[in-house]
């Protein structure tokens, strides 16, 4: 319990900082941030406006106690080009981009155990040497170009798939996963190569402990000493990093939702960004980092609950 | 910055830094684990069956090693060169558009008639200036931040680290968009800063974690004990053991960078065109695919091997420094 208030706290003061520099991303802005949020239109009175608005002569730890309890009651402003609220817009396309992340995260694993388990049973046999050396060049290539030449080779050349497009998932799943297949593969493709390696070298380790020598002189089936002993205590760092993952996911899925033309929060916050619309930019990225640093914290957890040398570290000590 | 994207062991774990860091914390060492580095999670690398066969074989750098760094060099060299180079200007047409590759034209030329071999090496002195000033913006301030919050612990390390861990909770490439979507000006100077920052934290990590491990050993010790100054220490004792791991991670942050910088570059957040990039070359040409694919395909090519090569050396030179007791 006292690793879970601990990691509580953390989570708090880190949430506070995040939030924080969320927030100050307006002042990067060059000059009077009240003139670039009226984006070149509405004139003088669309940024007196503003400076009331946001009361930009306030102090800024004033102004971010208020920004903070607006964002939590739901409002981060309105989009300077089509006035949609940014909360609103947000609600679309969350569930459009989490629904690509998981799907890719599930493509990669579903590919990375079965061929990580393989090869770490037989270190430096064929499988392990081709995989390793195939998925070492897969790590070189960025998502945007594997995106490019997906849709070379699928919908431009044999016709299969959509280049474009995206279909919601609570209209028709199977065809929702299927309009976002090859999106989900591009991002999906480098994560793998990480997640095989990754699990390949902790596997490695583990078949060197002495219980699993213990297993195998009791004539214990090496498929069954693989999944029932060694799998587990090796996927702890493969856990870590499926969640930090998450984080170069959303930076791919930013390029990717654009590729794709997938309404998504990556396509939102840069059409925002070249739009010169920086509210929605701001309440994306706060939207963003707050998840990510979420999912990071249930990681954690998730974490402590597998392995028990980490929720007991009191106990021992 | 982005964790050096295959060894992700080395990556951070937001939320279970050291914004509380105590020493002798056994959470904290749980978090150092997880970091990969103060006990040495790296070094299961080593245990690869072949070369715990042949322990000589990782004390050479290896064939790969050097045909990684000839490509490096030869893409370097005429980046540097390219003022001077006898290709077209990158920014005229110079054919008809969209002319397939011949002996005058290698790459073949682009929508604008304009000729791809040259700016592909063009494209290269951005993609190379943004991948290597930005990584080393980020170790000359990641580092000194690891150097300092390892050595001094306590409350330096808690408030240093606490900032690292702050900018990780950031997915990098939004940070780095983000900066670079909130200034006015996209020239070269933007993009080094809006990935610099991005990769101070993971630096300081890694300099961190090892600053520590090195802290503790018996020359340090002695230098203290000689009434050696905390700079000194630092600067003489510690950094020197602390470069090399330094060096091979740089290496593949390099890459990640370069990959970076062609992303922004192909969603037209770059430096603003005429000026040729390997993303913005890429974004360019996707339209053409079906009739003139070398538009993208051959700046894409030269992208990958790059970013291959970059990998390839930084991952030889890990296991190359990698010393431990045993193979002293």
């Known amino acids: ?317 | 910055m982005p964790a050096p994207s295959h060894d992700p062991v080395h990556g951070a774990v937001p939320g279970s830094g050291s914004v509380f860091a105590e020493s002798g914390d056994f959470a904290t060492e749980i978090s150092d684990i997880a970091d990969g580095d103060a006990l040495g999670l790296a070094e299961l690398h080593e245990l690869d069956p072949d070369q715990v066969a042949s322990p000589r074989a990782k004390r050479r750098l290896g064939l790969a090693f050097w045909i990684a760094s000839g490509w490096f060099a030869l893409v370097a060299l005429a980046a540097l060169l390219a003022p001077i180079l006898p290709i077209d200007d990158p920014n005229k047409t110079v054919a008809r558009p969209r002319l397939a590759p011949s002996s005058a034209h290698w790459f073949g030329t682009d929508a604008l008639g304009r000729d791809v071999f040259s700016r592909t090496i063009w494209g290269g002195r951005i993609s190379l200036v943004v991948g290597i000033g930005s990584i080393l913006l980020g170790v000359l301030i990641g580092g000194a931040i690891g150097l300092l919050a390892g050595h001094y612990r306590g409350k330096v390390e808690t408030i240093l680290m606490g900032f690292c861990d702050v900018l990780l909770s950031f997915p990098a490439l939004l940070l780095a968009l983000a900066i670079v979507g909130f200034r006015d000006n996209r020239d070269v100077s933007t993009i080094v800063l809006a990935i610099g920052v991005v990769s101070i934290a993971p630096v300081a990590r890694l300099v961190r974690a090892n600053t520590m491990i090195y802290s503790q050993r018996e020359f340090v010790t002695a230098a203290r004990s000689l009434g050696a100054s905390n700079a000194r220490i630092m600067l003489r004792e510690v950094l020197p053991n602390v470069v090399f791991p330094v060096l091979s991670f740089s290496v593949i942050a390099v890459a990640v960078a370069i990959v970076a910088e062609g992303g922004l570059a192909f969603i037209g957040l770059s430096v603003p065109p005429p000026t040729a990039t390997w993303g913005g070359m890429i974004s360019d040409g996707r339209n053409f695919l079906a009739d003139a694919p070398w538009i993208s395909l051959a700046p894409c090519f030269i992208l990958f091997l790059t970013v291959l090569a970059l990998n390839l050396a930084g991952d030889r030179l890990r296991e190359f420094f990698d010393i431990r007791e045993g193979a002293l």
Request: charged fraction near 15%.
């Open chain 1, 1 to 317: 319990m006292r690793f879970v208030r601990r990691k509580l706290i953390q989570l708090v003061v880190v949430l506070l900082c995040v939030t924080f520099l969320s927030f100050l991303l307006i002042s990067l802005l060059p000059g009077d941030p009240a003139t670039k949020l009226c984006a070149g239109a509405g004139g003088q009175e669309c940024v007196d406006q503003k400076r009331t608005e946001l009361r930009l002569d306030d102090p800024i730890p004033v102004r971010y106690v208020r920004w903070l309890g607006d964002a939590v009651t739901g409002d981060l402003g309105a989009s300077a080009r089509n006035q949609q609220p940014v909360w609103e817009a947000l609600t679309q396309r969350v569930p459009v981009t989490i629904e690509l992340l998981l799907y890719s995260q599930f493509m990669a694993l579903i590919i990375a155990i079965p061929l990580g388990l393989l090869a770490a049973q037989r270190a430096g046999g064929i499988l392990d040497r081709v995989s390793t050396t195939v998925l070492f060049g897969l790590l070189a290539v960025p998502s945007f170009m594997l995106a490019l030449l997906l849709i070379y080779i699928f919908p431009v050349k044999l016709g299969w798939f959509q280049a474009t497009g995206y279909t919601d998932f609570t209209d028709n799943p199977l065809e929702s996963l299927g309009s976002l297949f090859l999106p989900a593969l591009s991002l999906a493709a480098a994560e793998m190569a990480v997640y095989m390696r990754l699990l390949r070298t902790d596997l490695i380790a583990t078949l060197q402990e002495d219980y699993i020598t213990m297993a195998k002189a009791k004539g214990m089936p090496p498929r069954r000493i693989l999944l029932r002993h060694a799998f587990k205590p090796s996927s702890f760092s493969l856990i870590t990093v499926i969640g930090l993952n998450f984080g170069r996911l959303i930076g791919g899925a930013l390029i990717i939702e654009i590729i794709f033309g997938i309404n998504g929060l990556g396509k939102y916050t840069v059409d925002s960004i070249l739009g010169q619309d920086f509210i929605p930019v701001q309440g994306a990225v706060l939207v963003i980092a707050v998840g990510y640093v979420l999912i990071n914290f249930a990681v954690d957890m998730l974490y402590a609950a597998l392995d028990p040398r980490i929720r007991h570290a009191r106990a021992l000590a």
